[in-house]
């Protein structure tokens, strides 16, 4: 199975910040990669597909970047909405695998 | 406009069965492939399978290969998942996505229903 790692798992910053969540596959992926928000008790919510689209409706704020094995979210600047807890998904391969998350905080 | 409903969650004891429903609407259902994910605080998020768009092929995660069925009935916009054997490290939180795009087989989730609790305890 092809594992994805998140870094930070926890990130504290302040609304302005500019801000930045990091994902390893342990396998190449090619641009097979999609971010996700998620609020707590709430399904996940697609923000960034194939790596670097953003999906429709998605503040501009948020953007993706990467290919292969490294890749980014960026928050260019954060809003009260946006501390909540993130992770990527890689779909390339079966089994489809999730990174463990990265919980944006408010210093 | 687009939707997914899930149903059929509960308390269950360690090896018994529970059957979820996957109610959809506002879109094509029998064009896309469907898909459960589960979340629990100890794993995550977990893709526990896919069944294609015509149902004609299946695959599932090795943790529940052989104890859960995912099923579709296009003439009912409606996808199934059958659990068996139910384990305690089952109990999570049950949603059933949709990819982005008609007739693919890999994309991203930009669909996801309520999310249904399913619960494995003695």
């Known amino acids: 199975d092809i594992q994805m790692t998140q870094s930070p798992s926890t990130l504290s910053a302040y609304v302005g910040d500019r801000v930045t969540i990091t994902c390893r596959a342990s396998q190449s992926i090619s641009n097979s990669l999609a971010w996700y928000q998620q609020r707590p008790g709430k399904a996940p919510k697609l923000l960034i597909y194939?790596?670097?689209s953003l999906e429709t409706a998605v503040p501009s704020r948020f953007s993706g970047s990467g290919s292969g094995t490294e890749f980014t979210l960026a928050i260019s600047s954060l809003q009260p909405d946006d501390f909540t807890t993130y992770y990527c998904?890689?779909?390339?391969?079966?089994?489809?695998?999730f990174g463990q998350g990265t919980r944006v905080e408010i210093k | 406009q687009v939707q997914l409903v899930e149903s059929g969650g509960g308390v269950v004891q360690p090896g018994g069965s529970l059957r979820l429903s996957c109610a959809a609407s506002?879109?094509?259902?029998?064009?896309?492939?469907m898909y459960w994910v589960r979340q629990s605080p100890d794993k995550g998020l977990e893709w526990v399978g896919v069944v294609s768009y015509d149902g004609s092929n299946r695959y599932y995660a090795d943790s529940v290969k052989g104890r859960f069925t995912i099923s579709r009935d296009n003439s009912k916009n409606t996808l199934s998942l059958q659990m068996d054997s139910l384990r305690v490290e089952d109990t999570a939180i049950y949603y059933c996505?949709?990819?982005?795009?008609?007739?693919?087989?890999?994309?991203?989730?930009?669909?996801w229903g309520q999310g249904t609790l399913v619960t494995v305890s003695s």
């Open positions: 996505a949709r990819i982005r795009t008609a007739l693919a087989t890999g994309d991203a989730f930009d669909i």
């Open positions: 194939r790596a670097s």
């Open positions: 998904q890689q779909y390339k391969t079966y089994p489809w695998t």
């Open positions: 506002g879109f094509t259902f029998s064009s896309y492939g």
